[in-house]
């Protein structure tokens, strides 16, 4: 099985910072890589597909880079509606997600 | 618009079934890969099983084969999740989640929770 390992767990940062979210493989996924955006009670919101896609209707603050078994998102400034939390997810070989990275304000 | 919603949630003993079902509209439904992921109670998403767009093809997380089943009925746009001899591990929001590759639409979710 394909283990995804997220870090930080949480992130302390403040409005109009620059955050970067790291994701890695266990093995190589090639660029199968979503990531999510989850709010308290909400379901899980499609952000980045195939590691560097941006979903429709996404804020173009969000992007995604990467490949093999490191990647990253990054929000270039930080808003107040980002504060959330964040879940990568491969797509290769069935489907396994992080354990997710929680923004919270500083 | 797409929409998912599930049904079937509640509460049940450990050992006994539950059947959770996914209405779906708003696309063309033979075209898509459909999930189930659940959320235990403050922890992460857990992928749980995965059907083809065509029904051939069925896929379980560890945790859940032999005991849970994938089924899709195109006639009516049903994805059903039936959970047999269920745990109190099992107690989670249960999503329906569309993609043939990531998961682009989700539903809102359904509660079970295992407990005696």
């Known amino acids: 099985d394909i283990q995804l390992t997220q870090s930080p767990s949480i992130l302390s940062a403040s409005v109009g910072d620059r955050v970067t979210i790291t994701c890695r493989a266990s093995?190589?996924?090639?660029?199968?890589l979503a990531w999510y955006q989850q709010k308290p009670g909400k379901a899980p919101k499609l952000l980045i597909y195939?590691?560097?896609s941006l979903e429709s209707g996404v804020p173009s603050r969000f992007s995604g880079s990467g490949s093999g078994t490191e990647f990253t998102l990054t929000i270039s400034s930080l808003q107040p509606d980002d504060f959330a939390t964040y879940y990568c997810q491969q797509y290769n070989h069935y489907w396994t997600f992080g354990q997710g990275t929680r923004v919270e304000i500083k | 618009q797409v929409q998912l919603v599930e049904s079937g949630g509640g509460v049940v003993q450990p050992g006994k079934s539950l059947r959770l079902s996914c209405a779906a509209s708003?696309?063309?439904?033979?075209?898509?890969?459909m999930h189930w992921v659940r959320q235990a109670p403050g922890r992460g998403l857990d992928w749980v099983a995965s059907?083809?767009?065509?029904?051939?093809?069925?896929y379980f997380a560890d945790s859940v084969k032999g005991r849970f089943t994938i089924s899709r009925d195109e006639s009516k746009n049903l994805v059903d999740l039936q959970m047999n001899s269920l745990r109190a591990e099992d107690s989670a929001v249960y999503y329906c989640?569309?993609?043939?590759?990531?998961?682009?639409?989700w539903g809102q979710g359904a509660l079970v929770t295992v407990s005696s």
């Open positions: 093995q190589i996924i090639s660029d199968w």
């Open positions: 195939k590691t560097s």
């Open positions: 989640v569309r993609g043939t590759a990531a998961g682009d639409y």
């Open positions: 059907i083809s767009y065509d029904g051939s093809n069925k």
């Open positions: 708003g696309f063309t439904f033979s075209d898509y890969e």
